[in-house]
């Protein structure tokens, strides 16, 4: 099976981004009963920054469960994951904690935010955790919700704001802290064709940048052309790396 | 982060509320179960309470309580008066007797006899009256609670004439008393008088009531006092809790109140114990994105520590006003004349309140806790 079907510009052109994420012999199982699975078999992947990087697969081929351990939620059976070079499953626990609450943004497919609390403050909750006073969390939040056109949204809370308008608190929540590797899993699922491209193009301009790493887990075709690169996983193997999915998809 | 916990909690009104009613509610079953259940029991010790100069109470050895008494030979007052460190010693009559009411009905009385030279032994303060007035003949004096038996609201019991043991006796005053535990009808009167009022026995003389000599401790008297007289002799507080261990051995009053406040704490657990568990399931979503995006498990520790302490602290105040209030609404009923909250009261509740969240909040914690990160993304 072909691994990587890339012209060699391409490949050069990626490995001038730094190495964001270097993945070696990644492996999981689960417990199912009696029988163990084993969901990643030996992943070797790089995620390098200034790229959007696609994680694609069927379902039940693994995606969540790679990028959840790429970014140090999901402790791996086996292997070594670093973050910008710091092998993160060597960190005690609370440095883990900390060390995402610096360095990843999340943003998750069903958003999950607080609904006590108005859409500034949602997005401003990586600023407070990082110890920063509410007022000016808030007042930096502000900024990046005007950048995703929400600033006039700001003192709603969520049941108030349409799902297309959570998405976009979400993602502020996730970039407010401006962390180095945004993680997104399934960030269009719930939405209409129109509304998933006009999130991906604001990942695009928001997220990517020189020094910042962007993983998206997608099964969503539709917004495949958006990506810089494209791994393909299949029952727990990389099976093509890419700038384009493979023929056959 | 203490900020958004709090938001969290306040924000889901209904929970909040319904935490809010389950901690204030068992504050408040508590709280005035044991108010009530202290201020009964220490009705026991009345008797005592109202005599409030004796220092020392001597009487027969078998009498248990100023209620449940027996007579000594008159020479006993003698015999107090002769032992060293006794200042003064005065006889005290207490016994029961019947007498007619207004509208013709017999009514239990206890009927007091104070010192005549004296008047040691009559309660404090008077409601009506002075108590110089029994000097006058055939004088008694009805305590404030029992005459809301005997006559009805309105009507003005001094110089009304009452008949004890054939013989006459008119109300001439209205002491502050503490009711009995039973609220049965005071009278009090001169102890030569009470004689008259009491069917004849030979001993009549039930406690010799006694004070001390700078210098000299109540103890070492009243130890004294037994060793030479061969009677009972016990310090007030010792008698006064004589008579609530009769009552709480005697009825069944600790064991109803008991069952009430465990009750009270059961449902706070109960009520508390769901919604709070609710609440953290409605939100684990959001405490699992929480840690995620990089909240220490310590830091959740005192969010949710941080939401009980609030509902703690204001369904805790809520019980305690509530039964203040509840108090002091009733405090004009002669059921509940001179009840107080003693500090230990609201202190036990705010112990089972802590109880209570501890218990619920830890099980809550758990689930958090436990909650993996990873979940997020499912
Ligand atoms: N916590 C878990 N316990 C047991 N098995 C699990 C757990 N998480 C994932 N799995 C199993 O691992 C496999 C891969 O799951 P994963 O969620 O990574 O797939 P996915 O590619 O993200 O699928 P989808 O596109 O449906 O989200 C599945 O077979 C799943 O049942
Ligand atoms: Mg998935």
């Not at chain 2, 009964?40 to 109202?50: C, N, Q």
């Not at chain 2, 005071?186 to 001390?212: D, E, I, W």
């Not at chain 2, 016990?234 to 709480?248: K, M, N």
Request: charged fraction near 20%; charge should be negative.
């Amino acid at each position: 099976m072909a691994k990587k079907m890339d012209t060699p510009e391409n490949i050069d052109a990626r490995l001038d981004g730094e190495t964001a994420i270097c993945a070696r012999g990644i492996v999981r199982d689960f417990q199912a009963g009696q029988s163990t699975i084993r969901v990643l078999h030996g992943i070797d992947s790089d995620i390098r920054s200034g790229e959007m990087t696609y994680v694609v697969g069927e379902s039940g081929s693994g995606k969540t469960t790679l990028i959840s351990i790429m970014c140090g939620i999901l402790w791996p059976t086996d292997g070594e994951v670093k973050v910008f070079g710091t092998d993160i499953y060597a960190l005690s626990d609370t440095e883990l904690v900390n060390f995402r609450l610096e360095n990843i943004g999340f943003i998750f497919q069903q958003y999950n935010l607080i609904p006590s609390i108005d859409a500034a403050a949602n997005a401003a909750v990586p600023l407070i955790a990082q110890g920063m006073a509410i007022e000016s969390a808030r007042r930096k939040a502000m900024e990046l919700l005007d950048a995703l056109n929400i600033g006039d949204q700001a003192e709603k809370l969520p049941n108030q704001l349409s799902g297309g308008q959570q998405q976009r608190v979400a993602i502020a929540r996730a970039l407010v802290h401006e962390p180095r590797l945004v993680v997104c899993d399934e960030p269009t699922a719930a939405l209409d064709a129109r509304s998933g491209r006009r999130v991906m193009d604001l990942l695009r301009d928001v997220a990517v940048a020189e020094d910042r790493a962007c993983i998206i887990v997608t099964h969503d075709n539709r917004i495949f052309d958006l990506a810089d690169r494209i791994l393909v996983l299949e029952d727990g193997r990389v099976t093509h790396d890419g700038v384009e999915m493979p023929d056959g998809h | 982060m203490l900020w958004i916990a709090i938001r969290m909690l306040t924000g889901d009104k209904q929970k909040f509320y319904g935490l809010l009613f389950g901690i204030a509610f068992s504050t408040l079953l508590i709280t005035q179960q044991l108010t009530i259940f202290v201020n009964l029991i220490e009705r026991g010790a009345s008797g005592v309470y109202s005599a409030p100069e004796a220092e020392i109470w001597v009487m027969d050895p078998v009498t248990r309580t100023t209620e449940v008494n027996y007579a000594m030979p008159p020479t006993a007052l003698d015999e107090v008066r002769s032992v060293q460190g006794v200042e003064w010693a005065v006889p005290h009559l207490r016994a029961v007797a019947s007498v007619r009411n207004s509208e013709g009905d017999l009514e239990g009385v206890t009927i007091v006899g104070v010192d005549d030279a004296t008047l040691i032994g009559l309660p404090e303060r008077m409601v009506e009256g002075d108590k110089s007035i029994l000097l006058q003949p055939d004088s008694v004096l009805i305590d404030d609670v029992g005459l809301t038996k005997m006559f009805a609201p309105g009507e003005n019991p001094i110089g009304e004439r009452l008949e004890l043991n054939d013989q006459r006796a008119v109300i001439r005053g209205i002491a502050d008393a503490i009711p009995s535990f039973t609220s049965q009808v005071t009278l009090y009167t001169k102890y030569s008088q009470a004689l008259n009022y009491v069917p004849g026995t030979r001993n009549r003389l039930t406690f010799v009531l006694a004070g001390v000599r700078d210098g000299e401790t109540v103890e070492a008297v009243a130890q004294r006092i037994t060793e030479e007289t061969g009677l009972k002799a016990l310090p007030r507080e010792e008698l006064a809790q004589s008579g609530i261990d009769f009552i709480v051995e005697n009825t069944g009053i600790p064991l109803n109140f008991g069952i009430t406040v465990a009750l009270g704490f059961i449902v706070g657990v109960a009520i508390v114990g769901l919604t709070f568990s609710l609440f953290i399931r409605d939100n684990i979503k959001q405490f699992g994105a929480l840690k995620a995006i990089g909240v220490t498990n310590f830091k959740i520790g005192q969010m949710v520590v941080a939401q009980a302490t609030l509902v703690g602290s204001v369904g805790y105040a809520l019980g305690v006003i509530g039964t203040v209030l509840f108090i002091w609404g009733f405090s004009g009923n002669p059921t509940f004349k001179g009840f107080y909250i003693p500090w230990q009261i609201p202190f036990v509740s705010l112990v089972a309140v802590i109880a209570i969240l501890a218990l619920t909040g830890w099980i809550s914690l758990r689930s958090v806790m436990r909650t993996e990160p990873a979940a997020v993304f499912r």
